[in-house]
């Protein structure tokens, strides 16, 4: 039996063999590529922390399906941050003055100081409602992997709050991390000459945990940091 060999069908200039048209095949990058606009959209928001390619695209076609009302708050919200946020000139948080709400508020303690690396570690202590002082964000930690030194970091303004003698303690809250170690260590050396009293957070096992779960970092500093058990 003679086998009938049909031509290949040949298929429009905006279509993929897969039918979806507007696109096309990017056969170096081995992945589909939008045309114009919409790639360059696809594209500027996978520069976006934590969003990789699938998820650029899916959120790139919900605005394009959106209300262009939606979209148009959207770009607005987008500017008005871009204009109106700026970082306070005493703490490095986040506002939209010179100062930020915090370091303006008279009532917080300014004996004590929490170092923390980013402005999202204020409102994380915030919301806990137990810490009454002031903060000092760092604006990132000590990685030189990620070629991030001392001198990358909000330390020198640090060192210029605690000059007056004024603050008593020094909390470090960086991240419990080999980064946040490092920048917790240096920091504690840094300024053991000024006689401050320098603590860091605790740090174990998490409330509703099993210990089973636990790793052995997690488990030995919660040992570390045990405490009296009042009754």
């Known amino acids: 039996m003679r086998t009938v060999r049909r031509p290949a069908k040949s298929l ?72 109106k946020v700026r970082f306070c000139s005493i703490c490095g948080n986040v506002a939209e003055a010179e100062q930020c709400r915090i370091c303006r508020d008279a009532r917080r303690d300014t004996h004590v100081i929490c170092v923390v ?43 210029q709050r605690l000059a007056d003698g004024e603050v008593t303690e020094l909390i470090l809250a960086t991240d419990p991390n080999l980064e946040g170690e490092a920048t917790a260590t240096y920091l504690a050396r840094l300024v053991k000459p000024m006689g401050l009293t320098v603590t860091r957070l605790a740090s174990g096992l998490p409330v509703g945990g099993d210990l089973e779960y636990a790793d052995e970092v997690t488990l030995g500093r919660a040992f570390e940091g045990r405490r009296l058990l009042d009754v």
Request: charged letters at 35%; aromatic letters at 4%.
């Open 12 to 83: 429009p200039d905006d279509t993929t063999e897969d039918g979806a048209p507007g696109e096309r095949v990017d056969e170096e990058k081995g992945g589909t590529v939008y045309e114009g606009v919409v790639q360059n959209l696809i594209d500027e928001l996978g520069r976006l922390p934590g969003v990789g390619p699938k998820s650029a695209q899916r959120i790139a076609f919900h605005l394009l399906a959106a209300d262009p009302a939606d979209v148009t708050r959207l770009t607005e919200a987008l500017r008005e941050v871009k204009d």
């Open 117 to 159: 690396e980013e402005p999202k570690d204020v409102v994380a202590i915030e919301k806990t409602r137990e810490f009454r002082g002031r903060y000092h964000v760092l604006g990132g930690a000590i990685s030189p992997i990620e070629g991030v030194g001392p001198d990358d970091l909000r330390i020198r303004e640090l060192m």
